[in-house]
């Protein structure tokens, strides 16, 4: 009671008038640490933020440097609608609390407008084209005083990544340890290809830009969960959306998608992106963050207790064998990992 009485007392302050009566709804959380309410009944809602005490603290995945000075969805917003980007309005954040009060979205995910159809292709469209002219205009418009643009996925995280993977999809799934042979193979594959990605030119990159991070309100896309935002490859957010754990999508869609992304990007840079050589190192990219996916789902199974995820293993590892077979380069890595995780098996 005294919970729902300050998620009252919040969005009363918000706008300016009490709502006394206002019902409250916990919603569906996903891996966050954060939890989020539901006040009033819309069309006259809103939906509350309530952070833990360290909320301004690292990330919960892996990054370098020292905790930010200000809460990095606030800084990322903002940056993102200085872009002009659709990201859901701030009416109040009381930081002493850890609550915000943001304007509520309605429940409608990317994830769930496509109502089934996995290829629509008008909303897969309009989510390319948004990540393309968002690229374009960041590499434009770098700005030091976002966070986004102080930290990095480099050679360290991408190795980190992998091995997260090593830890839980390969050795905490199977129950196994690999042999002292194979765990050298693993590092030195692990370290060959977290040096490959970290080569590629860096711009921002929302670090987690899939279905259900897009939301569908009155026809317009908002982006929503953006805090983790850092420097990374062109490529990254198109595997989180093409390759996306919760929606799975055959590759001649994805060519297709991959293509309509070149092609605003090149309408709006005026640059010219070599398609083989995209496609390519998407394929790689793609490897390396779904191995990390799946390793990660299994991670906030047995750490975080929540097993919610583990049905999205599955369309992680079809993705990491698809692209294995369009980069034979690795098939000895392949080959290493599907004796301990036979779904990669060729």
């Known amino acids: ?52 005490p360290d909320a301004t603290k690292k990330s919960e995945e892996a990054t370098k440097g020292e905790p930010p000075k200000e809460l990095p969805f606030v800084n990322v917003h903002r940056y993102l609608e200085k872009l002009g980007v659709r990201v859901p309005r701030i009416l109040r954040y009381d930081e002493p609390a850890g609550i915000m009060v943001l304007e509520d979205l309605s429940d409608i995910t990317f994830e769930s407008a496509l109502e089934g159809g996995r290829h629509n292709q008008a909303l897969y469209t309009r989510a390319v084209d948004l990540l393309a002219k968002l690229r374009v205009q960041a590499e434009k418009q770098r700005d030091p005083e976002c966070l986004a643009f102080t930290r990095a996925f480099d050679e360290d995280l991408y190795d980190w990544e992998l091995h997260h ?61 953006f805090q983790d935002a850092l420097q990374g490859p062109r490529q990254y957010d198109l595997v989180a959306l093409l390759r996306d754990s919760y929606v799975e999508l055959d590759r001649d869609f994805v060519d297709t998608m991959l293509d309509r992304y070149i092609a605003t990007f090149e309408q709006e840079s005026g640059e010219k992106i070599d398609a083989r050589e995209f496609k390519a190192f998407f394929d790689l990219l793609t490897i390396q963050r779904k191995l990390k996916d799946a390793g990660r789902f299994e991670f906030i199974n047995r750490v975080k207790g929540n097993p919610g995820f583990l049905v999205s293993i599955p369309a992680s590892l079809r993705y990491v064998k698809a692209a294995f077979a369009r980069r034979p380069e690795l098939a000895g890595l392949q080959k290493l990992i599907a004796k301990y995780v036979p779904e990669l098996a060729a």
């Open 1 to 52: 009671m005294e919970l729902e009485a300050a998620l009252r007392d919040q969005v009363g302050q918000a706008i300016g008038r009490p709502v006394p009566d206002a019902p409250i709804k916990k919603l569906k959380g996903d891996a966050s640490n954060r939890s989020y309410y539901r006040v009033g009944t819309p069309p006259e809602s809103w939906v509350l933020m309530v952070m833990p």
């Open 165 to 225: 993977f090593r830890e839980w999809g390969l050795e905490a799934w199977s129950g196994k340890l690999p042999t002292d042979a194979e765990r050298a193979e693993l590092d030195a594959t692990f370290r060959d290809i977290a040096k490959q990605l970290a080569a590629a030119p860096r711009g921002f990159t929302h670090r987690d830009y899939q279905s259900r991070n897009i939301m569908v309100k009155e026809g317009e896309l908002v982006v929503i969960d």
